[in-house]
Nanobody, 122 residues
Framework: QVQLVESGGGSVQPGGSLRLSCVAS????????MAWYRQTPGNERELVAS???????NYADFVKGRFTISRDNAKNAVTLQMNNLKPADTADYYC????????????????WGKGTLVTVSA
């Protein structure tokens, strides 16, 4: 069974940095893309950044120039380096993978981590 486990959340002052990590495991044949989303209470989950199997990257406008996503295919891992954090970045951050498994090798399915809280405040 596929599991995505996040780490690296926490509290930081405005202007500070955090690094989120996510590792996928369990019956994985291939991973098409990996991404980070975030969600605040009462709001929909929104895409922060994604990286494809070809290492192409996509960022939401509100994090461009501040966040960097990277991927390690050998480890089935994705990281999100977050710099110059703002209070508006406070949210639960979720790792996502579009994953093909050995038991379902026809198409990729969405898998999610449980989330890690990032709090930015003075």
């Amino acid at each position: 069974q596929v599991q995505l486990v996040e780490s690296g959340g926490g509290s930081v002052q405005p202007g500070g940095s955090l690094r989120l990590s996510c590792v996928a495991s369990g019956g994985i044949l291939s991973i098409n893309s990996m991404a980070w989303y975030r969600q605040t209470p009462g709001n929909e989950r929104e895409l922060v950044a994604s990286v494809g199997s070809d290492f192409s990257k996509n960022y939401a406008d509100f994090v461009k120039g501040r966040f960097t996503i990277s991927r390690d295919n050998a480890k089935n891992a994705v990281t999100l380096q977050m710099n110059n954090l703002k209070p508006a970045d406070t949210a639960d951050y979720y790792c996502n993978g579009k994953i093909v498994t050995f038991t379902n090798d026809y198409y990729a399915l969405d898998y999610w981590g449980k989330g890690t809280l990032v709090t930015v405040s003075a």
